[in-house]
C-alpha cells in the first residue's frame, strides 16, 4: 500500500482554472485540462455510460481505478463534484474528504462513500490507510489538498497527466510549498497524443 496523488495538468501548472466555484467546477478556462479524460473507456464506465475509446490512456485510468482503495479529496473538490458523481460516484471505494463543515457520512450506491473529517490531514490519511486494505490511498485534490500532504512529505508516488495547453493563470498545483525539497526518481513516462503521463516516486 502506498500513497499516491494523480493530477491532470496543464503545460504551465494549472490544475484548474480561476474562479473555481460550485456552480464553475473546473474554473474559467479549465477545459483543455479535462479534455483527455471523456472519451475514455475506462472512465466512461464508472459514470455508467457505454463507449468510449480502449486505448492506453483508458488503461492508466483503469489502472488507477483498479489500484485505489481509498481516496481523500478537499471540502472544494467534492463539493464542486458532489452534483456531478450523483448517486453512484466513480470512486467506488471510501472517500475521506477535509473539511472544517461537519457533516453526516454519505453512503452512495457501488461502494462509495463519503466520510467528514474535521481533525486534520494525518487523520483523514490514517483512516483512509485504515479503509484501502492492501491497495492504495491516492490523495485525489485539489491543489490545497495535495499541497498539505506533499509538505508533509506523506506522498510516496506523484503521476502527472500534462496536457498539450497553457492556461496562463488558474488555480496552481507546485505552490505554497514552503522551503521543503523533494528529490524524485522517474518511474515511467507514457507518451500519447492527448497527454505526457509521467510518474515519480519521492526519494524519502
Ligand atoms: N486537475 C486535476 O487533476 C484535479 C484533481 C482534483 C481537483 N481538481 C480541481 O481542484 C479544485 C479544488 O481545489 P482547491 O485547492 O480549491 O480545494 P480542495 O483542496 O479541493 O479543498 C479545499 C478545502 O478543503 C477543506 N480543507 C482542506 N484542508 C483542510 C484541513 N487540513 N482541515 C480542514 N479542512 C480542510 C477546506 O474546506 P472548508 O473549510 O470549506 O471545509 C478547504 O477550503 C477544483 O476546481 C477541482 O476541479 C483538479
Redesign the pocket.
Known sequence: MIVTA????SLDGY???TN?AIDN???DG?EP??DWIHNLASWRQRQGMTGGEENRDSELMREWFDATGAVV?????????EDFWGDNPPFRAPVF?????PRPTLVKEGGTTFTF??D??HSALDQAKAAAGDRNVDI?????????YLREGLIDELQL?VVPAILGEG?RLFEDLGTGRWTLEPVRVVDTPLATHLKYRFVK
Not at 73 to 81: F, V
Not at 97 to 101: F, G, I, K, S
Not at 140 to 148: F, L
Open positions: 494523480d493530477m491532470s495538468i490544475i484548474a482554472g473555481v467546477p473546473g474554473g479549465a485540462i479535462f479529496m478537499g471540502r472544494m473538490m467534492y463539493d464542486t463534484g474528504v477535509l473539511t472544517h463543515r473529517v474535521t486534520g490531514i485525489a485534490g485539489g491543489a490545497s489538498t495535495v499541497q498539505q497527466h488555480l
